[in-house]
């Protein structure tokens, strides 16, 4: 019988392909809050969102209601776009934020704050990771969360232009991701820096909108930079199916790839080859949002047979999922494990 081992020594042994444990990993790389869960702990949006204590209380109920190995407490997108000066909708328990202006459409005009890590929306961030790392550091592994420069420009530029200055002024696009990636790799060094065992690296070049060529032309070597730079475990989150360029994450040097189900695991378990360790791809918006616990453990299942290292939600959850779905996926990962070992 394997032996018990903490949520923390679970999930890092799923990120570097090391020894298993009592069950596989259940991570969040991205958020795992729904109304339910802020009701359980008092604590809602948008003021989750704003305030540190409220941010790291909320995050650890993941681990502590839901039973995840892991604590991740940024749960918007937003963040780096406030700090660089975005005008923000911080949403509602019903509503994530959103940015209401794209500020910049020139190179020239981007700035990037000497002290955009004492910005709020991005001291917030650390001050939780430090708080989570005090509370729950040898025992539950800490994650933090930074956008990757495709995404801050997005948020910067607004994503039709952007996408279309991919096509007209490819020049353009890559001076804005030279600018930009500075905040990505000062942010997730100084996640680091407050206690973050490992970073996600969100960059939503999604395969639904972006080739793979554009890919390999324009953030591949971005990429290979920030791994370089950065220095620390980094899990690379890119939504849509991007089975056509999982060779390009494993050559750009990330330690494991966040996907959707859109890519299938026992695919994605082949082409990787065990290079780069795979973290999902329970579906949201049909089997999580809308399906039956058994529903989940049915996707749980199939998810760890096919080899994934650390099962979790594909993306960012919606609002109103229900708990009983997010409790489903550690249950099946405790009930399947002796089928498959």
Do not use: E, V
């Given at each position: 019988m394997a032996r018990k081992i903490s949520p923390k020594r679970r999930f890092m042994s799923g990120l570097f392909g090391g020894r298993k444990g009592d069950r596989p990993s259940v991570g969040n790389p991205t958020s795992i809050v729904s109304q339910e869960l802020m009701e359980k702990t008092g604590v809602f949006f948008p003021q989750a969102h704003l305030e540190a204590k409220l941010m790291a209380e909320l995050a650890a109920a993941g681990h502590e209601i839901l039973g995840f190995d892991s604590i991740m407490p940024e749960f918007s997108v937003q963040q780096e776009a406030a700090a660089l000066g975005c005008d923000m909708d911080w949403g509602s328990p019903s509503m994530m934020p959103d940015a209401r202006t794209h500020p910049f459409q020139r190179v020239e005009d981007l700035i990037i704050p000497e002290n955009i890590l004492e910005k709020p929306s991005m001291k917030v961030v650390l001050e939780a990771l430090n708080i989570l790392r005090r509370q729950y550091g040898d025992e539950v592994a800490i994650v933090g969360k930074v956008m990757g420069p495709w995404t801050i420009s997005y948020h910067m530029a607004g994503t039709q232009n952007?996408?279309?200055?991919?096509?007209?002024e490819p020049d353009k696009v890559r001076r804005f991701l030279e600018v930009l990636k500075e905040v990505s790799i000062l942010f997730a060094k100084a996640q680091f820096q407050a206690g973050a065992d490992v970073v996600v690296l969100a960059d939503h070049a999604t395969g639904d909108l972006v080739s793979p060529k554009t890919y390999e032309k324009f953030l591949l070597p971005v990429h290979k930079e920030l791994v370089?730079?950065?220095?620390?475990?980094?899990?690379?989150?890119?939504?849509?199916?991007?089975?056509?360029r999982l060779r390009m994450f494993v050559e750009a040097g990330f330690d494991g790839y966040h996907f959707e189900w859109q890519v299938d695991a026992q695919e994605a378990v082949r082409v990787v080859n065990r290079e780069m360790s795979l973290v999902g791809n329970i579906n949201n918006a049909t089997t999580l949002l809308r399906g039956t616990p058994e529903d989940v453990r049915k996707q749980v299942r199939y998810s760890i047979e096919a080899g994934v290292d650390i099962i979790a939600p594909e993306c960012a959850v919606p609002l109103q999922t229900p708990l009983r779905n997010l409790r489903a996926i550690v249950e099946a990962a405790q009930e399947g494990y002796g089928s498959v070992i």
């Open positions: 952007f996408l279309l200055w991919a096509i007209t370089q730079r950065i220095g620390g475990p980094l899990i690379l989150h890119i939504c849509g199916n991007c089975a056509d």
